[in-house]
């Protein structure tokens, strides 16, 4: 939000009051407190009246800082917050003299200048970034200029923080946003809309960004946040919040990569998703008429053209319309749901029913929801209602526990008919005016939470009947805290390269937020696109963690656009399928470290400015370069940074000496897949399906060994233990490998040719030296 006029004036009628000095500071093991007046103390007359602000330093974790500035502490904050795992019970180092109050959390310095109030943020005594004199402020956009005036006028009383951003420092994140991947330049609202993947609304908002830096902020606040990101002050990060609290996490990493493990250690690390999960999904679309022949010849039509199929999808219609939701199948069009499904699940497919926390007035719900008070009520006691989705619709009020208990009791009966999982679609269009909540949660709040209560109900009654280890969604929303119940897609996009682009990079930003897993529906959601397009997006949409073809009124069985359609479908899904042992790994290190599978290249290269701005390519894992095409002359173009790469289909080599940018041509049945140096990828022995024993028969190749460089990978099983781990070191013409597990495989180094192997029998292929052994064991590679 902007509240200046240019540098020098605020806006007409805006009056900021920010601390001038720090005058009283209490100081305890773990918290520091101080009294910071608006205005320079120069008698005890000074002290009649006036505005200051409490601010509060303690420290969840080494290196991350909690802060809390207060105008009025006797007004009450109420619910929701977010669900924190870590208590600020750190340690603090607290040095004070005349003029500096400096407070240590690991190597990372709070640097308060407390005669003319600034705070400078040091890593091992250097500055990354700060707060100047005049950054924190409490804002009065209607002030009379006497403080009893609008002493208690919350509406119009806003506060606010600043950062300073240093030369050629980027900023990233906020959730899954469309617009430009990076964030510098740009106003942002976080607030949760429906709103599509084409503008600067969001599913997804997240108050947490990270900086080129190596620091990061996270905005504590679940209602809605602005931030001005070098865009009001061009060389400052503003965010700002609705009435006189400000709370708000800076963490220092210092690479990006630790900056999003100290957000997701204290905000929770993404769950593990079962290895089923990352095979094809295929869904009846959105308003398209179909029955149990309809999702039978889809199925069927699959497998006998030998696309591994892995979960069937039905949308909203299986369902009656105007009832959603009340969990009922149409009986008009499944007049033996439970026999369907267990006809479909004998073909080893796996199910996924769409829902929603909307009940609409035909359901068969609505009279009890409203008798026994489990839905949202406005202020005089009705239940609140409206006609945008579904006529008369009223919205489950989760923060109720019985309604909780009584919306799973309806999805329990679903997994146990024989339904995996589901899609928890909507939970942006939450109200704000006149409601009221069971818990009396703040409304403003619960317009962003409200999707975190929905998907947790969902997610803990199908880890109660199906285990924890198989618990997954398919959500659309989320905030802070979100990545525990996976997985999450990206919402209604067109149908076109544009569409294609704009979701990925939507999807690279939310995973630059915290989030480990992202989907997005493959061909386009709105309208219908041409087989060019969806050939491409099939390809995208493989290589992503979670793959899903659904659209809306239209079909996305890859027949119906041409045949080569259906080749690329199979191919890229049993690639996939090959590839589960290094992407299930991938997807274990997140759910470990907080790191996403795809990633951007700016968090795996944040020293290369070439990678700043890249938001058409990603690194699927840490090995794995991506770069989808998105234009139908079949023309590829992509950056290589410095170092060695290596064609995952063809095995031809790049050597990219300082960053490489590279164009080719890619027929259908290709995509810029290229391997890091330094690499071990472990592939599996089956591409008919993506959960199976990936410790058993694995094919470990080693890519593109640098002398004098090591690589390390391991291979999990499907409970994402950790089973077979490989190390490998080249000095010269010598490379060691030991492996660590109790099973056979083979270890292939890509490109190169021995004259001996120690301790196994080899042979010099067109893939590499490839030997095969079983057992823990180290071999020494001569090269030849």
Not at 153 to 176: A, Q, S
Not at 467 to 485: E, I, M, N, P, Y
């Amino acid at each position: 939000m902007k509240f200046s006029n240019g540098h020098w004036l605020a806006k007409e009628g805006v009056s900021l009051f920010s601390p001038r000095e720090a005058y009283f500071v209490d100081v305890t093991d773990t918290c520091v407190t101080i009294c910071a007046p608006t205005i320079h103390i120069n008698h005890k007359g000074d002290t009649l009246g006036g505005i200051n602000l409490r601010i509060t330093i303690t420290s969840p974790a080494p290196d991350v800082f909690h802060i809390r500035a207060a105008h009025h502490r006797g007004a009450l904050r109420h619910m929701p917050v977010f669900d924190l795992l870590q208590k600020d019970d750190q340690s603090l180092s607290v040095e004070e003299s005349e003029d500096l109050l400096c407070i240590t959390s690991g190597s990372t310095t709070m640097e308060i200048n407390k005669k003319r109030w600034s705070v400078r943020y040091l890593r091992n005594g250097e500055e990354f970034t700060s707060s100047r004199s005049g950054d924190l402020a409490l804002v009065k956009t209607a002030w009379t200029g006497m403080a009893y005036d609008a002493a208690g006028d919350t509406e119009n009383t806003y506060i606010r923080d600043e950062v300073n951003l240093d030369v050629n420092e980027t900023i990233y994140g906020l959730g899954e946003r469309f617009t430009a991947f990076v964030k510098n330049g740009q106003s942002v609202t976080l607030r949760h809309e429906d709103g599509g993947t084409s503008t600067e609304q969001a599913y997804k908002n997240i108050p947490f960004f990270v900086s080129s830096k190596g620091y990061g902020v996270f905005i504590n606040h679940p209602e809605t946040v602005s931030l001005e990101v070098a865009s009001e002050l061009v060389t400052k990060v503003s965010f700002s919040v609705k009435g006189g609290y400000l709370d708000y996490y800076i963490m220092n990493g210092p690479s990006m990569k630790e900056v999003l493990e100290k957000y997701t250690d204290l905000t929770g690390k993404p769950s593990l998703p079962a290895a089923w999960t990352f095979g094809l999904w295929l869904s009846t679309s959105f308003t398209t008429d179909y029955d149990e022949d309809t999702v039978m010849h889809f199925i069927d039509g699959m497998l006998d053209r030998g696309i591994p199929l892995r979960t069937f999808h039905f949308d909203c219609c299986w369902m009656k319309e105007f009832h959603w939701t009340d969990f009922v199948w149409d009986n008009r069009i499944f007049p033996d749901p439970e026999g369907m499904l267990k006809r479909i699940k004998a073909k080893g497919i796996n199910i996924c029913c769409w829902i929603n926390p909307y009940i609409a007035e035909e359901s068969a719900l609505f009279d009890e929801g409203c008798e026994k008070g489990y839905f949202v009520k406005r202020t005089n006691g009705d239940v609140w209602q409206w006609d945008m989705w579904q006529p008369g619709m009223a919205l489950v009020d989760f923060t109720n526990p019985d309604a909780c208990t009584w919306y799973q009791s309806f999805l329990r009966k679903l997994l146990q008919m024989g339904v995996d999982c589901f899609k928890t679609d909507f939970g942006e269009r939450i109200p704000v005016e006149n409601v009221v909540y069971y818990d009396h949660s703040n409304p403003e709040g619960m317009h962003n939470y409200y999707t975190y209560l929905y998907n947790q109900c969902v997610y803990e009654v199908i880890a109660q009947e199906k285990g924890k280890d198989q618990a997954v969604l398919f959500a659309r929303s989320a905030t802070v805290g979100g990545q525990k119940f996976p997985v999450h897609w990206g919402g209604d996009c067109f149908s076109d390269y544009v569409s294609m682009e704009e979701s990925l990079r939507g999807g690279l930003s939310f995973q630059m937020s915290g989030f480990g897993y992202w989907a997005h529906d493959i061909g386009g959601f709105e309208a219908t696109s041409t087989a060019d397009v969806y050939k491409r997006w099939v390809a995208f949409g493989l290589l992503s963690s979670h793959s899903r073809l659904h659209g809306s009124s239209s079909y996305r069985v890859p027949w119906l656009y041409d045949e080569e359609a259906v080749d690329v479908v199979r191919f890229f899904t049993r690639l996939k399928a090959s590839l589960m042992p290094y992407l299930y790994g991938s997807a274990v290190t997140s759910h470990m470290t907080g790191l996403p599978m795809m990633r951007s290249m700016v968090l795996e290269y944040p020293h290369d400015l070439n990678c700043r701005y890249l938001d058409k390519q990603y690194l699927l894992g840490e090995s794995l370069l991506v770069a989808p095409v998105f234009n139908d002359r079949s023309k590829a173009l992509y950056y290589l940074p410095a170092g060695t790469w290596t064609d995952f289909f063809t095995g031809e080599v790049t050597v990219s000496d300082s960053g490489k940018w590279v164009e080719e041509d890619c027929g259908y049945l290709d995509i810029p897949l290229m391997v890091r140096e330094n690499s071990i990828i472990a592939l599996g022995d089956h591409d008919d399906k993506p959960d199976y024993a990936f410790e058993k028969n694995p094919s470990l190749r080693i890519y593109a060994l640098q002398d004098g460089a090591s690589a390390q990978t391991f291979v999990p099983n499907e409970k994402g233990e950790k089973v077979v781990s490989v190390n490998a070191f080249r000095k010269g013409n010598t490379v060691t490998v030991s492996v660590d597990s109790p099973f056979a495989y083979e270890v292939v180094l890509v490109n190169e040719k021995a004259s001996s192997v120690s301790g196994a029998s080899y042979e010099n292929t067109d893939l590499g030296c490839l030997f095969k052994a079983s057992g823990s064991q180290t071999f020494t590679v001569t090269l030849a």
